[in-house]
Every structure is written in C-alpha cells, then in structure tokens.
C-alpha cells in the first residue's frame, strides 16, 4: 500500500497517543499497552492496512458497545495440550496475545499444543502472534475468521466467507523469523475501491460482480464479492482456514459474521486458532537450525529473474521495513492523520508529527 | 483431469494388479496392501494425477534401487505429542500412512501430536493421511516436499521449491469429511505439457521463462518454471509449506532435492509433516458437529451464481467420483492401460478391462 501526502509520526508519539485514548475509553492501562505495540508493530512492518488505519474503528465498536474495553479472558475447557478461551468481546489484539501466550506457557515441557478462541474481535496482523512463538523457539500458527463477509462459496453468489488470514512463522538464526502472513482473496478489497474512485477496470479475477460472475468493473465488484486466489483451491483454503478458526470454539461463522464497520454495537464473536510446534522436541534446536541457514540461503542465492537485484525471505521486507521506521517514524497517509488528530481533540491529546 | 479414450478397470482388478507386482519386486505383502488401498483411493476420488498413473515409476525406482522395498520405519525421537520418525527409503504411501497411524495412537488421550517424517518418498495424495485423522474424530493436516524443483522463489530464475501440498480434513456427520487438497502451483506441470503438445499458448499467470519473466509461450514455460498461485503470498506459502515439511526431521529441501523421474536409483529422502486435533479436547463432538452441519448447509444454501446448480464443499466432488468408480470401475486413458499391461507381462500378470 502506497501512502501519498504522508506525514511522518514517531512510534514512541503514535504509541502515547492510541494509549492515551484507549484509556480515556475504559481499557485498562496493562491492556492498552498490549493492545498498541501490537497495532503498531503492523504499521512498523509497513503492514497499514493492520495498523492504526484500524484505531478509528476499533475506538467506535467500544464507544458503541461493541467491544468490552474490560474484557477478562476466560478458559472454558482445557487439557494439557488444548484450550478453549473465551475472549470476553474483549479488543482481538488482547485476546489474540493472551490466548497465544497460554499456547506458549503450555508447551513449556515441549508440548504441541492449540488455543481456540471465541468471543473475541478483529485481532490485527496475523503474523504478530507467530512470530512470538517463532521468539520462543516455536514454530508458530495463527487462524483468524475475516471481520467481514466478502467472498461466496466457489459458484456462488452469496457473501459467506471472510478473506480468512493465516501466518506461520519460523524461528532462525537471522535477526528476523520467516514468516508467512495471507489472506485468502487474490486482490484486497481496498484495491477495488481506490479502482472505482479512479474509474478504473480491474483484472478478472479480483472479483465477482452480484451475480457471481467475473466483472473488470470496479464499480460492479464493489457491489459483487472478492474472488479467492488460485479459484476453487482458493475457495477451500479460505473455507478451512474459518473452520479452523471457528469449529473447535463456537465462534461465529457463515451467515452469523457480521461487519466490523456496520454493526458496530453488536458483538462479534470472532474466532482464532493458534497453534505451537516447540522445534526442540523434534531436533537438537542447533540442527534445525542449520538446515534453516542452509534453506535460507538456497532462496536468497538461487539465480535472479533478469532485472531482479535481490530475492526476499517472508517476513524479511517487514523486517526491513520496521528498522527503518522505527528509526525514521511511521508514515501516515494525510487522511489518517487528519482523522487521527480529530480523534486525539476529543479526549485532548495531541498527535504531533516528526515532519 | 480429462481422460481420452478411456477403458475401464474394476477396483479389486486393479488392487489385485499391483499389488501383485509389488510382491513380485520384494514389497511384503502386508505393505503392497497398504501402499495399493492408498494409490487406488487417489483413483477412484478422481484425482488421477496421484493414482496408477504413478505406479510405473513407483516401481521403476524399487527396480532401479532408488526405493527401499522391504522398509521398517523407525523412531528417532519421541515425546508423548511429537515424534519424528525415519522413513528407511520405503515407498512414501506407506511410510505416509504408518506415521500419520502413529500419530492418531499418539493422540488417544486426547493430545494434540505432530510427526515429522525423513527417509521417505513421493507419498502420493495428501488428504489420503487427513482423511484417516478425520476418521477418528481428529482434524488432520498433511504436508508434504514435492518430489521435484519445478518453482522459484519470488524474483528467481532457479528451481529451489517443488509445488508442496498439503492437506487439512475436517470431520462431519456427512458421508465425506470436508478436505483441502492443494498444491501451491497455479496449474498443474502436465497442463503446460499439453498446451505445448498442441501448440497452444497459456495464461500469462501459469509460468515463467527460463529468465523467470512470465511467457504465455507453453514451450518455453517447460523450459522454465510454473508460477505459485496468488504471485508472492504463493511463494511465501510455498516455502512455508516445504519448510513444515522437512526442517524438524532433516530431510531434503531446496537445493538437494532430486527428482522423481530422473534419478531413479538415487534416494530422494522426502519429507513430510503430519498433524492432528483430537475435536473433543476442545469441546463436546456433538456440538462441534452440529456447528459443521451448519457451516454446511450456509455454503451449500449460498445463493447461486448464474448458471450454478450446486455448490461443493472441498472434497464432495472426490466423495462422488468414489461412489461411482466403486460401482463402474476406475478410469484409465487408453495409454496408461497400455503402459500398465506392459508392465504386468514382465510377471505374468494380466490387467482385465471391464469395457
């Protein structure tokens, strides 16, 4: 995602100010903290469409009753490799961190272990619940049904499915884990609406129009549906990834999902799935770590495409991206820190931007 | 897959056919069984890409010494939720099926339990091994190396992944249990064959050149490589899927992976992940599979598409070609027969056609 008209904003001032309101709106301090380094880690990694782009909405779903800013995470069921937890409708990025840290505490004797969750909400960037597993050693897995409801089962024409993230993160010996974070849709959505605006056409196999058939019209697809990559292998990918995230705990799925931007009083008991491998039951952790060196290298030395000056790792490009902004401040499209700075003037806080 | 010219083979004449010439070149009779029930089943599901049509160079490699006929897996090490466990060389539809057993016994007191697999070979269909987990009440996962380098990392000109699929099976109160079944390639190697076969172009989103830009031209994408589905986020999945399934048990990946039809008496030394859920660890079976019912009637109730008559769920469309190839035989392209019956006259042993 490009941001033109940027501003840039220091972590440091963007992680006082998303504090501060969230205090000012009932969540308590320790939350709040787990909360905005969690959101702020996507906007580090150049992730935005995870990052405080999202703090507008996640602050109206409390105000409107939406979300619980107290929520208290609950287990309802548990062994000594499984749980279930229900997350209170408390702010997904809470839930999410907690329920992966009881995945972690759990695996401590080298368990495989999995958490379900239910009652919980929009929890950010997949990738940020991985990757502490992948810091401990683990290989990390994290589910999550979509917010909303955007996609149809493969010759449908019936919004069913969410675009259903997933991320699988891998420990190494490089200063950043590998680490797989997608959605199930070929094209964001976000992509269509800035082709409509532009009057654009968009490929044919970014979406449906309503009635379920391929359209190049931006306009037609905004009122049609997403289309899964790699077609009917898409639609059972995306199909999987929200029962995984949704079966095993009795969050809502199909026709029970509503929207995240739409039905902002009304809870909406979303699921995740997480998961942890701790590598060291399998293997001396130094071997595996070795064969990672060498799988690593095998992908960064491979021969280059013509024109192609370096081949990236998953993760390395986030990786990359977070040392520079955490040096530099996150950039800030003008509109958001417009609407961000609106936001502060009801509560009295300011955002002061670096430049 | 299309098959031309067709005959067809019953089930049992053609289980009773190769298992026969297994036991002819020093497959125990009791492994030939397991190996053929699970080649067959590829079939008779409709996914002959993974079926018979495999089965020569299955033997050509026990015949060349690339195989181990008379394989004893072994643990190397294990805890009570992981093993990892050394295939000995022996043919991968049996190693597949006795380590994915050991995993659902491993699960019995309701553990979650991965295996992780070295010493194995091409193990055929990955949702043969998740369909066994969903048999018992467990959401399975299967990962597998693929058996040649035929992709790129992103941005590479170099075959380093091979198209590594993976299963997840879900069970339900239906005939079937839902089961992804995917590769990580766009299109299937043999569709590029053909166009090139019959002079055809092909998708521009297929395949690269051997300079790793994209060609619509089928005879040099053959020089060059297949594309992953989804363009970067296929790469990502690509080698995260190949990473599962070889870095916790050592086996080859990337640069030291061999290939299938070329270096047949060589070991391949494959590598494969598998996984299990036991549902009830999470919560009471019942009401699992009631929420399963559900999520089946809102994918199969979705409004239509235009043209649509029914909407599947992943692995409905395989459930019905078994029914039908049990009752009328199993399809083979009139080449294939030829191949087979070859092959059967070095032993002895004839191929019957039921028409």
Redesign the interface.
Known sequence: MSIENEVFVSEKELNTFCTQILENIGVPDDDAKIVVENLLEADLRGVYSHGVVRFPIYVKRILDGGTNPKAKMSIL?E????A?VDGDNGLGHLVGVQAMQLAIEKASE?????V?VKNSNHFGAAAYYTEMAARNNM?GFSFTIGAINHM???????A?LGNNPFS?A?PTRESFP?V???ACS?AARGKIIVAAKEGKPIPADWA?GP???ATTDAVEALKGFVTP??GP?????T??V???S?????AF???DVGDLYDKTSTAQNSGHLF?V???A???DLE??LS??D??IN???N?????D?E?????GEREHLSLIKAKENGIPLGHALYQELTELGHQYNIMLRKLY
């Open positions: 069921k062994t000594r490799t499984t279930v080298g368990d495989c272990v999995f379900a290989i149809t089962p493969w010759g449908g024409a019936e069913m699988v891998f590998i797989l974070d997608m070929i449906t009635d379920g058939l990559l790699g292998k898409g639609y059972a990918l199909l999987t929200g029962l995984l949704t079966m095993l705990s009795g799925f199909g026709s998961g491998l701790p590598v039951s399998f293997d071997n595996y064969r990672m060498k799988a095998d992908m960064r491979a021969k280059k495409a013509t192609v370096r081949i990236y790792l998953p």
